[in-house]
């Protein structure tokens, strides 16, 4: 009698224990992500990235802006760079001034410019040199709608994002609204140290964050912070 074997499947629950490589191998795959997103794991060093955010809140804290609707943001926000991305009931833009301070958004610290031009260098940018940061603080419970990043003026220059402390689900949507919106998305979690790139086909791709989970890591404490590198004007 022939004994035939079945094959596991790739999402299969039942570990070989003979054969490493094949166990390698049933590690589920994420699908590939769109062209013009690319993703580095452990792409930098989260502990100086998270001493010049602080530097940074210390002049220009969190805050919770308003949507144009007049809604309150469940994430926190600040800026740094020649020029902050605002949201207030006169709509989106970026501006040179924090609104609550009435100063200029404190300069970008050259370690976060050296790492945001080194790493749109490795996802294939060279010569990336933003003019704004946009820093987003998540507590539990906090998220982020489905958006396009297009408030800015040049579209060719891609956004590099950073993440930093508790992990995240972040939602990839399509180039309009109908399949940005609706099911047609893709999800990758973003961990502490992670990159991800949006350029050239994907720049004006629908993207979000899922709620944030509660937890504690140990640099970021109860939170998730992201930073989007960006050239503005
Ligand atoms: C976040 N990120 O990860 C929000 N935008 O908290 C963004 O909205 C984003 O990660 C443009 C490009 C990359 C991003
Ligand atoms: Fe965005």
């Given at each position: 009698m022939k004994v035939v074997l079945s094959q596991p499947s790739l999402f299969s629950t039942r570990i070989p224990t003979d054969n490493v490589a094949s166990v390698v191998s049933e590690v589920p795959r994420m699908p590939p992500l769109p062209d013009g997103v690319s993703l580095l794991r452990n792409a930098f060093d989260p502990a100086e990235i998270f001493d010049a955010i602080n530097s940074v809140a210390d002049?220009?804290?969190f805050r919770h802006?308003?949507?144009?609707?007049?809604k309150k943001m469940s994430v926190a926000m600040t800026n740094c760079g020649k020029l902050g991305w605002v949201s207030g009931t006169n709509g989106y833009m970026y501006s040179s001034n924090d609104p609550e301070t009435k100063q200029p958004w404190p300069a970008l610290p050259p370690v976060l410019l050296e790492t945001a031009s080194r790493i749109a260098q490795q996802a294939g940018y060279p010569g990336f040199s933003p003019d704004a940061c946009l820093i987003n603080r998540y507590l539990a419970g906090a998220q982020m709608g489905l958006h396009q990043d297009r408030d800015e003026i040049d579209f060719s220059q891609p956004i590099v994002s950073l993440s930093i402390g508790l992990s995240a689900r972040f939602i990839i949507g399509g180039?309009?609204?109908a399949a940005g919106r609706n099911a047609r998305t893709q999800s990758v979690v973003l961990h502490h140290g992670d990159a991800i790139v949006f350029g050239a086909a994907a720049r004006l791709m629908?993207?979000?964050?899922?709620?944030?989970?509660?937890g504690h890591h140990p640099l970021a404490g109860n939170?998730?912070?992201n930073l989007t590198f960006r050239v503005a004007s």
């Open positions: 002049i220009a804290p802006m308003q949507t144009p609707g007049g180039l309009d609204s629908f993207h979000g964050v899922r709620p944030l989970k509660p939170s998730r912070i």
